[in-house]
């Protein structure tokens, strides 16, 4: 089983629709969680922590369930601008804590 | 948010030469920085964490001895790719950190060996 594991997607949806993204981790000793996006040739960039009592930044709300060891990302009124991969990442924990494991990413296309 | 510069950001090499890439924290003093790489269609893979002062520690199946890490100063590692062969054609990213929880990312530096 991957440490990490995404939706495969790829994602495609009109501008103004609303999409969710799921991720499982296997680590149950993983402590911090978080998003980035990543564009085409580009370094992944932090979109946002997440934190055990969800939070919300804009358009964007991060959920985490400890119990379930799920993470999801929902994204509100589409733009255009939002086309990019989606990584979930996990800090592994532990002696290893630091580290950073990511999802294979999860393709989203934001269309006219 | 904190910066972090890649040189050179592309590199096209001869099989059997190496390359080094460095990587910069131009705001912050970062006591660990991490080195990945990225496979087309894949996502980052941890290669190795490397402390300022000390030896680099290496995730599993990544050879040390082909991959010379440096770091050197709180602001400067070095990757070096020793004998470049096509398979290690890859995008390579880098990261520091001051805390261990919050990463800044480099633009990355696309190696292409023929």
């Known amino acids: 089983r991957k440490e990490v594991e995404q939706d495969p997607g790829p994602f495609n949806v009109p501008e103004g629709a609303t999409v969710a993204f799921n991720c499982t981790y296997s680590?149950?000793?993983?402590?911090?969680f978080f998003w980035y996006r990543q564009d085409c040739r580009k370094e992944p960039k932090l979109l946002m922590s997440?934190?055990?009592s969800g939070n919300e930044d804009g358009r964007f709300t991060a959920q985490l369930n400890r119990a379930s060891q799920y993470i999801s990302l929902l994204i509100r009124d589409s733009k255009l601008s939002d086309s990019a991969t989606y990584l979930c990442?996990?800090?592994?924990?532990?002696?290893?804590?630091?580290?950073?494991?990511f999802g294979q990413g999860t393709i989203l296309t934001v269309h006219p | 948010g904190a910066v972090v510069s890649q040189h050179p950001s592309r590199v096209i090499c001869k099989s059997g030469t190496s390359v080094k890439i460095e990587c910069r924290s131009l705001?912050?003093?970062?006591?660990?920085m991490f080195w990945y790489r990225q496979f087309p269609k894949q996502s980052l893979m941890l290669m190795a964490t490397?402390?300022?002062?000390?030896?680099?520690?290496?995730e599993q199946g990544v050879e040390k001895d082909k991959f010379l890490i440096n770091h050197a100063s709180l602001t400067l590692s070095t990757l070096t790719v020793t004998s470049a062969h096509p398979e290690d054609s890859s995008f390579y990213i880098c990261?520091?950190?001051?805390?261990?929880?919050?990463?800044?990312f480099g633009p990355g530096t696309r190696l292409t060996v023929l």
């Open positions: 490397s402390n300022e002062g000390s030896k680099a520690t290496y």
């Open positions: 705001d912050f003093q970062a006591t660990t």
């Open positions: 997440v934190y055990s």
């Open positions: 680590n149950s000793a993983s402590q911090s």
């Open positions: 990442v996990v800090n592994r924990g532990g002696t290893s804590y630091g580290k950073l494991t």
């Open positions: 990261s520091g950190t001051e805390s261990t929880d919050t990463q800044y």
